[in-house]
């Protein structure tokens, strides 16, 4: 017994001992993954969306299952596991509008589940040839839903719908809208109050309130800040006392003033 103990102690054994343990596990691992391959998906495919922060989503449940089936030509149900490539199931879903991300998995019970993100939009564009799209949140452009219109701020601007996404990386127009958008979105007196957005031209923007002037010229997009403090200082300050209805515009275009024009 002991010299068995010594010949296993020595370098040489245990490199042997270790081969054949490393072979084994091999081979045990490979007959199990042989097993694995020869099973199939059980039950039905389990889709997931995610709701938007609003409570409303821009595809339901079912219509994503539909748009599955019509992508892959199957229900993914009763499928040998074998010929599943969860990569790409997860590429295809991730081409498809509306779609922020995607996670595939196996369950336990090796049904198949995907999990989908919605793209959130934050602005609505309507184009002078009558086209609609929706910008998200990551600037990329996303064609309008037949399920669900999300109530955002909507912006009348020449942007075409062929594009994947609007122009930030460099000064423009569409840069300057994915901006203003934001810099609104992240003001708690204009996302009240701003309906929608005219763009002109990249130096004259004008804003569509929800109440009170029917117009707010800001000009160009210089001293945003500025200008929004005047506007708060109209809408708390004049209009309460003067009337919401006395003025058809606030013009806020000049520096250091602030112009209000009575209706007609």
Not at 22 to 37: D, I, N, S
Not at 47 to 72: C, Y
Not at 95 to 124: G, H, W
Not at 208 to 235: A, H, Q, W
């Amino acid at each position: 017994m002991k010299k068995f103990l010594r010949n296993i102690g020595t370098d040489q054994n245990m490199v042997r001992l270790g081969m054949g343990l490393t072979v084994l596990l091999f081979l045990m691992f490979y007959e199990r993954a042989g097993r694995f391959k020869n099973r199939a998906l059980s039950g039905q495919m389990q889709v997931h969306v995610q709701h938007l922060e609003n409570g409303n989503d821009f595809i339901t449940t079912e219509e994503m299952r539909s748009k599955i089936l019509r992508k892959f030509q199957q229900e993914f149900s009763n499928v040998p596991l074998a010929t599943l490539d969860l990569q790409e199931i997860e590429a295809g879903l991730q081409s498809m509008d509306f779609i922020k991300s995607t996670d595939v998995y196996l369950d336990a019970s090796n049904r198949l589940n995907i999990f989908v993100k919605q793209r959130e939009p934050i602005l609505r564009i309507l184009t002078p040839e009558g086209n609609s799209l929706y910008v998200d949140k990551d600037g990329s452009i996303m064609p309008a839903s037949p399920h669900y219109s999300p109530r955002v701020l909507v912006a009348f601007a020449p942007v075409p719908m062929t594009k994947d996404s609007l122009e930030l990386s460099k000064p423009g127009m569409e840069k300057d809208l994915f901006e203003l958008a934001n810099f609104i979105a992240r003001d708690r007196f204009l996302h009240a109050l701003v309906e929608e957005i005219m763009v002109h031209s990249q130096n004259d923007w004008t804003l569509i309130p929800k109440f009170g002037p029917s117009r707010i010229f800001l000009g160009d997009l210089e001293r945003l800040e500025d200008k929004t403090d005047k506007l708060k200082r109209v809408y708390r300050e004049i209009l309460p006392g003067q009337g919401w209805d006395l003025y058809y515009s606030v013009n806020l275009k000049f520096k250091g003033q602030v112009i209000c024009t009575k209706r007609a």
